[in-house]
């Protein structure tokens, strides 16, 4: 079967498709609503759960789908999809008080922050009994990273190609932990923060910073 790349077609969840001569790769519609109407049904479902128990069960869905497509063109369908979730929500909370004005919903389940008026959070305790902001992920939150286009040409298998590999590998390393502000590695009492340097595949480990838990 052949398909004309002008017109599209849909594969692994995006829309493929050539505009003026630029291959674009986006989230396809299907996708999207699968993934709204999966998020939609979780929502309705935990109607009498606490706010932060709704939060923590939300956030790993909306980090998960919001990942995979951040190497594409996503930012429009981020924006629909927090507008989705976000209508959602105000059902959600409508529905738990039904006898409650608008403006008292917003107060109890919409919070005003430094970067955002209606935020879906709430303070809640932490093991040592201080006070924890939680809130709702936004997928438009997460930054669009390309993907690293590899030489045509490249042979991992030549010697002279051996220093591009080694960089390509660093990059790619460094994308994949950069959301990971630290390692950590428990030791004696003693929290380990590893600066690694990726050489010929390996990790260089002569750089040991000790920080007291």
């Known amino acids: ?13 995006w829309t493929v498709r050539q505009f003026n001569n630029k291959l674009i790769i986006k989230p396809s519609k299907k996708n999207e609503e699968a993934f709204y109407s999966k998020v939609r049904d979780k929502i309705k479902r935990l109607s009498m759960v606490k706010q ?3 939060i923590k069960v939300l956030n790993p869905m909306i980090r998960g789908w919001a990942n995979y497509h951040r190497s594409q063109v996503a930012s429009q369908a ?6 989705l979730i976000w209508r959602a929500l105000w ?3 409508k529905r738990r008080h039904s006898k409650k ?23 809640i305790k ?9 809130e709702l992920l936004q997928c438009s939150k ?6 690293i286009k590899v030489k045509s040409d490249y042979n991992p298998f030549l010697p002279e190609w051996e220093l591009y590999g080694e960089t390509l590998h660093q990059k790619r390393m460094y994308e994949e932990f950069s959301h990971r502000h630290k390692w950590q590695m428990l030791y004696n009492g003693s929290a380990t923060l590893i600066h690694t340097t990726f050489l010929r595949g390996k990790v260089n480990l002569s750089q040991l910073k000790k920080e007291q838990i």
């Open 142 to 147: 997460t930054a669009i990273k390309r993907h």
């Open 126 to 134: 932490d093991r040592h009994g201080m006070d924890k902001w939680v």
């Open 1 to 13: 079967m052949h398909i004309r790349i002008r017109q599209g077609f849909d594969f692994l969840g």
């Open 78 to 83: 981020y924006g629909r999809m927090d507008a």
């Open 52 to 54: 932060e128990d709704l």
């Open 91 to 93: 059902n959600w909370s």
């Open 101 to 123: 004005g608008k403006r008292w919903i917003k107060e109890k389940y919409f919070k005003t922050t430094a970067t955002r008026i209606w935020n879906f959070g709430t303070m």
